[in-house]
């Protein structure tokens, strides 16, 4: 179920990142999908952002300070 290929992240190459840029903390971190995907979609995981893209679309939202980058 967990695709988790690797502990190494690397958020250049579109993986979670480990920590959140602005708190520090890594616990808290959700990948913002666009759109609704169907399937399992898991809420503890993403967070929907809509269908609207506009010119910075955030990638990465923590849900202790709602940073998003
Ligand atoms: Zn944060």
Do not use: L, T
């Not at 250049?12 to 616990?27: I, Q």
């Not at 913002?32 to 929907?48: A, C, M, R, T």
Request: aromatic share 10%.
């Amino acid at each position: 179920m967990v695709q988790n290929n690797s502990d190494i992240e690397d958020e250049d190459s579109g993986r979670k990142p480990k920590v959140c840029k602005n708190c520090g903390k890594g616990d808290g971190i959700k990948e913002i999908v666009f759109g609704y995907p169907s399937g399992d979609f898991d809420q503890e995981k993403y967070i929907p952002g809509g269908c609207c893209i506009g010119v910075f679309v955030p990638k990465w939202h923590c849900a202790h300070c709602s940073h998003e980058w």
